[in-house]
Each structure stands twice: as structure tokens, then as C-alpha cells.
């Protein structure tokens, strides 16, 4: 039933998707009948079976595997790629309102949701050949399962240990050898890392003329698929994280790993490129899974200030508790309406650098307030995990930190604010 219906929104939305400019959308009630489906779809799944298990897999640190096989029956485990390749073939918004709602239901999946589809399938489906989308994205979007009856899920290795947001210091190496290279190095914070049957990583050609200074130190790292099963592939240990504790966060560590020169995504030196570009779609993933904490926060933070008696009558009924609940959904609908202007734009392949860089970081301070001002109208009820108020606080913290902190965020969108006034003016 549920693959049915992610056919039946693939079969609607791919006719025009490519072809037609969308006019903006700021209401629910205004999206088109495909995106309205997407949403209720979404909306039904979290709140059945997300939701009501949520605190068990983050207390139990316990990897979703059951409802992230469900997610690929939706269509959600491939929800951007070609059907030549398996995919759902949606856009980008139907991409931002499923993972606000999925998210809203557990955050958890929804960052295995997003570092799937927009860090690992993007890259490869944007700049792979042929042969690698088939190899390592038709397997990948929900419909084969490895020998253990696993799903096949992939993960993106950027960050390192000694390099953060800097993204160009990559240390990682790749060593040419005839019709291999040799991968050597370690990647850091990378989420899907226990799950992963593929990786992508960015590293330094290590037989190419580049240097630690200026531009060319960006034109010497190039981006390749990874075999999480290659010989001298291992994984560190899982981190014990403050949230999103159901998903698994872990390094990637290689030693003389040996892969196919066919594994190359895009071309020689183009691997800074890619990532950047990878990471302006990541961010209006980011946004939507704040989005869906910030939602959480609001849901609970509502239902039990009717429901809570203080003085008489219900604490909604107090100023204080009304201005804390006004102040989190306007910041919560304000930064949606950046998410879905970026996902748009995307859509209708504009640029939108600056504008996915200021839905993530509208969304995810959204998200952190949200989740503190529920814990202040829950007071005391907030601070125990009988409620899911800390829950949400605990998971909204790190989308303020990764694919680029809110300070990285301010630079991208100040960089291309200053570059705009000196071009024009």
C-alpha cells in the first residue's frame, strides 16, 4: 500500500517537476495535491509509528532498522533519485515537508533519512557515471537488501579529526596504483556509519602538485565511493551522544583501501566542489528535520499547557505561557518559509546557496528555542523523560552544528551578500 502511493506521488510529480516554474507556496493548504499527499503520508507515519517509539530508541540507543525499512517502502529511502535507478523521482520541497514531518516523529530517523539521501545518493546521482549510479544507487534506494536482510544504506565522510569546518584541510589520501587507488586516513562525526554498506569521502590526491595554502589546497581533494566491506575498512567505536542517539555516529577509518579507479565521483579535483554542493542541498534537509523537532516542541508544549491547571484554570490561559507559545511559531513558520523558498529554488535549478544556508540557520536556532521554551512551559515536567520536551532539547542541539555551524552559516550567507553588492553596486 504504502510503495503504491510513493509510485502514485512519482507518477504526478515528475510529469511537470522539471519543467514548470513553481509559484511560492506559505501555508500547507496551499500545496499542490502531490505535496498535500506527501505531507498526509508523512504526518500519518510519524504519528503512528514514530512517535510512540521514539524515546525507547534513543534510551535504548537502538538503531530504528524497522522503521527505516518502512521509510523505504514510502519511497523516502531514494525520495530525490531517477526511477531509471529506483528512486521516487520527488522534489525538493515534497523532500523538506517529508523530513519535517519524519522528524517531528523521531529526529533520529530523520538524520538517517537526510545523511541518506543528501549526502551519500546526491553526490553520486549529480556527478557519478553511469556505471557507479548503478552500482551504488539503484541497490540503495530501498529495494535490495544485503545478506544479513539488512537494507543497503551509504553515509558521507567529510569531516575529520583534525579538521572540522574546515573543510579543505582534508587529510585523508588517495594514492594512485594502476587501476586502484589507495585510500588512507580517517573520518570523523559521520552518521549511517555503523548501518552503512557505501561511503563517499572527500581526500588529498597525494601524487598531485597541491599545497595546505589558498585555492590549491581545494583543487588537490577529490571524492570517492567506498565499500564499507573493502579489506582495511574498519569503523571506531559509536560515539555516546547528548541526541539523536537511535542513529549511529562513528569514524571511518582506512588502511590501504584499495578501490576500483572507476570509484571516482566526478572528475580529478573536483571533490571540494562536490562536497559544497552537497552540503547547500544537506542544509534544507537540516532545516527540516529542525523543522520537525521545533513542530515536536510546539505539539508538546500546546497540549500540555490546556491541559495543565494552575491558579484555577489552565496555564494557556496566562500571558506568560501565551507569549512563549506565540514567540515559538513564529520562529518555527518563519523558518519554514525559508526552507521550502530554498527547496523551490532548487527545484526550479536556481542558485540557492545563500538561501539554504539561511533556512538551516533559521531552522535549527528555531528548533533550539523551541525546545527550551517547551521545557520552561512544562517547568518541572520538562526536565524528567516521562515527557518528550528534553528529548526534543537533546536532539535540537546538534542542528546548530552540523553540515556547518551557525557561525559557518553566517559567513556563507555574508559572503554572498558582499560579493552580490560588489558585482552590482
Known sequence: MRLSLARQLHSKLTPHASRTVRR????????????????????????????PNAAKWDKDHSFPREAVDKLAELGLMGINCSSDHN????????????????????????????????????????FGSDALKEEYITPFTGHEKDDKGELKIGCFGLSEPGNGSDAGAASTTAKDDGDEWIINGTKAWITNAHEAKAAIRDTTISNL????????????ISAFVVPTDAPGFSLGAKEDKLGIRASSTANLIMDNVRIPKSNLIGE???????????LDGGRIGVAGQALGIASASIDCAVKYALERNAFGKPISQLQSIQNMISKMVVARDSARLLTWRAALLKDNKEKYTREAAMAKLAASEAATMCAHQAIQVLGGMGYVSDMPAERHYRDARITEIYEGTSEIQHLVIAGDVLKEYKQNY
Open 209 to 220: 602538485e597541491c599545497t595546505l595554502n589558498g585555492e590549491k589546497r581545494h583543487k588537490g
Open 87 to 126: 528512486g521516487s523521482e520527488l522534489d525538493a520541497l515534497s523532500y523538506a515537508i517529508a523530513m519535517e514531518e519524519i522528524s517531528r516523529g523521531c529526529a533520529s530517523v530523520g538524520v538517517i533519512m537526510s545523511a541518506h539521501n543528501s549526502l551519500y545518493l546526491y553526490p553520486i546521482d549529480a
Open 24 to 51: 511560492q507556496y506559505t501555508t500547507h493548504s496551499q500545496l499542490p495535491s502531490e505535496h498535500q499527499m506527501v505531507y498526509d503520508m508523512c504526518r500519518k507515519f510519524a504519528d503512528e509509528e514514530l512517535a
Open 268 to 278: 580529478l579535483g573536483q571533490g571540494f566542489k562536490i562536497a559544497m554542493q552537497t
